[in-house]
């Protein structure tokens, strides 16, 4: 499924954020959404998401504008694992995982046999099949994020949104998630947008790079060889006491 942003204008109210985005997302492949504190990546997210309306242009899915698309057409086309923590403390691993099969199952979320077993299958492919029964609230930061990713999962959908996935999370754990994520994305051919800050993490295992500036230059795009080639990360990074060397891909003081 081809997600593009045609003239996209994004923002809250009547402030805009952003204009003229015009990109596509990589199929089969995990994209970084990176860019400073107010260039407006958790509203791109959202608004790739059918959460917030555009102020201008459009998402686009095979075609179609995802403003003009129901909540369930939705769910069925994207999944969103978001940054907070979600409140079901209560429920176990296998009873979260269950709800992300609500699109497939109806209000009354009845699983079926074919539902029990993509529900399995996503908590394997994220390692959590020996903790299938353990509640969801005795679990540390990293194990339930793989939770929010097999739910997300099991809702089969093309593209997935992850919003901030390695926030809460250790060294270890933010380059487990997104060597994770790699193989999702290269396992079931699926498309991947996750917004991120850490840019070492993201250079290292990403396979695109979208950039975002607050700052007013354009958005860009590229493998991140490709726009470390270009010397084209710094300009959004910099500060006026930090620079981005692109020999070392680390920041020096100027």
Not at 216 to 233: C, D, K, V
């Amino acid at each position: 499924m081809e997600l593009v942003l045609k003239n996209l204008g994004i923002g809250y109210g009547r402030t805009v954020v952003q204009c003229g985005l015009e990109q596509s997302l990589m199929e089969a492949g995990v994209t970084s959404l990176l860019g400073a504190n107010g260039a407006g990546k958790s509203t791109l997210l959202r608004t790739i998401c059918g959460l917030e309306k555009p102020l201008e242009g459009s998402v686009l899915l095979d075609g179609r504008a995802v403003a003009g698309m129901n909540e369930r057409e939705i769910s069925l086309r994207i999944g969103v694992v978001w940054t907070s923590r979600p409140p079901a403390a209560a429920l176990t691993v296998s009873e979260m995982v269950a709800m992300g099969r609500q699109p497939h199952t109806g209000f009354w979320g009845r699983l079926g046999e074919r539902d029990r077993r993509v529900c399995a299958r996503a908590l394997e492919d994220v390692g959590m099949s020996s903790k299938a029964e353990r509640y969801f609230g005795t679990l540390s930061d990293g194990e339930r994020q793989k939770v929010m990713i097999a739910k997300a999962l099991v809702q089969e959908c093309p593209v997935i949104i992850m919003d901030e996935p390695t926030a809460f999370l250790d060294v270890t754990s933010r380059i487990e998630i997104m060597l994770l994520m790699r193989s999702i994305a290269e396992k079931y051919h699926r498309s991947i947008l996750l917004s991120t800050h850490d840019l070492d993490i993201a250079l290292r295992h990403s396979h695109y790079l979208w950039l975002l500036s607050s700052n007013g230059l354009p958005m860009t795009a590229g493998t991140p060889e490709e726009l470390l080639s270009r010397r084209a990360i710094g300009p959004y990074f910099d500060t006026p006491s930090l620079v981005f060397d692109h020999e070392s891909r680390s920041f020096r003081t100027k």
